[in-house]
């Protein structure tokens, strides 16, 4: 593919490179439209909360890849995926819409770094910056890219995408589909994925789309209309930081969340959900446990291989807080099934319906309970034998708990992320002091791994 073109910014996302590789694009999906269900989710969130939720990072560069080299990744994703040449807008009627655009051009930015200089450090630079630069969606496409050189050799590429243009199951599909490329010829090994933005928001306004949406719709109104309208105790205020996020990694919750999926045979996320949904009905004494789930929604036919954002919240409630864990795990894969099955719809429409029946009800159904389970393709190996107490002990030893960089604003009172590195769980907990203190958000991780760890058995 031939890197050239007409003349970009050298300026991206705010920060002035050193130099710049035109990258020009050309694909299918043009045209002009609404946004898709989650897409119009993701935008809600994002001027909420003042900014582009964006995702990436800085990449050390190991392999010897040049930056034409990542001009021509930079190429193959804004060639691949509609999502990647959006830019967003107010239309005629003053509703925001999207334009895929057929063609044009990006630029790969180059930032040189001095012989005295750490390039690492470079590169984690650029990458907060472009973090909390928020992405202006009506001029700028929606991913940055960059190489950071050393004495001339590529040592870190930086990569930031704005939320609205995919999700982190995006982000593996495009990160899949860019490692299978043939290593001659640089093909992709699938075709591209025939379901842009434009295609899937049209599909949603079909009427197999608008059943599906009543079907959702029905399911939230239903728990809507049952559920205590308190989550949480009344606000304290506790002073700042307000709004907090803490990192727990614990190798021993790893190893108990797959011997009890295993001895279950159930899926490990749902061992995770369980353990939530019964410690936080302890912490606030409230029950059935109301959660919103993160859904992906890529388990749907025709759009398991799209980069847009599929994910939105899916209502779980589960009575799991005075029963046996295991009945607790059974209760929440029933529960999770209709979460899931019923996390599809649009997001407008839902937000009608809850202010309708707060205003029936005369409370307003507090939702502000959040979790999302962010590992891929963790499946239940039923074969695996049970650690002994012995090893669960000792991992429980070297368990960590820290607290992070604060939030100058948040939207909820309590989120719990799950993520995993080879051997360990990582929980990211996102918590509104004035709601939930510090203490509490501790307590409760530590609570959740002793109680997996006891069900192990």
């Keep these: ?145 960059a190489a950071v050189r050393a004495r001339g050799v ?60 009543e079907a959702s719709l029905r399911h939230w109104e239903r728990i809507l209309r049952s559920a205590s309208p308190l989550r949480f105790g009344p606000h304290v205020d506790r002073g700042e930081p307000r709004y907090r996020r803490a990192y727990f990694e614990s190798r021993a919750l790893h190893m108990a969340s797959k011997a009890v999926a295993a001895r279950l045979g159930a899926p490990e996320s749902s061992v995770m959900l369980a353990g939530y949904a019964v410690v936080v009905a302890r912490l606030t004494g409230i029950n059935p446990s109301l959660i919103q789930v993160v859904v992906s929604n890529r388990f749907r036919p025709g759009i398991a291989d799209v980069s847009h954002p599929l994910s939105v919240n899916g209502l779980f409630m589960a009575d799991a807080a005075n029963v046996s864990f295991d009945e607790a795990v059974e209760r929440t894969q029933r529960a999770s099934a209709l979460c899931s099955k019923y996390a599809y719809y649009d997001p407008r429409q839902l937000e009608e319906l809850r202010a309708r029946i707060s205003e029936e009800r005369g409370d307003v159904i507090e939702l502000s309970c959040l979790f999302n389970d962010r590992r891929l393709g963790a499946d239940t190996d039923v074969s695996m034998p049970a650690p002994s107490r012995q090893a669960l002990d000792a991992a429980r030893d070297e368990s960590t708990f820290r607290w992070g960089e604060p939030f100058a604003e948040y939207l909820d009172k309590l989120m719990v992320q799950v993520s995993a590195t080879s051997d360990a769980v990582e929980l990211e907990v996102q918590v509104d002091t004035h709601h939930v203190s510090a203490n509490e958000a501790r307590a409760l991780v530590l609570e959740l791994e002793s109680l997996v760890v006891r069900a192990v058995g």
């Design 154 to 213: 590529v040592t870190h590429v930086v990569v930031t995408i704005s939320h609205v243009a995919t999700d982190g199951a995006g982000i593996a599909v495009m990160l899949t589909d860019l490692a299978e490329r043939d290593p001659v010829t640089g093909e992709p090994k699938n075709p591209a994925p025939t379901m842009g933005p434009l295609e899937l928001a049209a599909q949603q306004r079909t009427p197999a789309g608008q059943r599906q949406n």
């Design 1 to 145: 593919m031939a890197i050239a073109g007409p003349m970009v910014e050298t300026v991206l996302g705010g920060v002035r490179m050193t130099d710049r590789i035109v990258v020009p694009f050309e694909g299918p999906g043009a045209g002009i439209g609404e946004l898709t269900w989650g897409q119009q989710k993701v935008w809600t969130l994002m001027q909420q909360a003042g900014t582009s939720l964006s995702m990436g990072g800085a990449v050390p560069v190991a392999d010897g890849r040049t930056v034409q080299d990542l001009a021509v990744e930079l190429a193959f994703f804004m060639c691949r995926y509609a999502s990647m040449r959006v830019r967003i807008r107010s239309g005629e009627d003053g509703a925001v819409v999207q334009e895929v655009s057929g063609s044009g051009a990006h630029a790969l930015g180059i930032i040189d770094v001095a012989d005295d200089e750490d390039p690492a450090l470079t590169a984690q630079r650029l990458a907060d910056q472009w973090d909390a630069t928020p992405f202006d969606h009506a001029q700028e496409w929606p991913i940055r890219m």
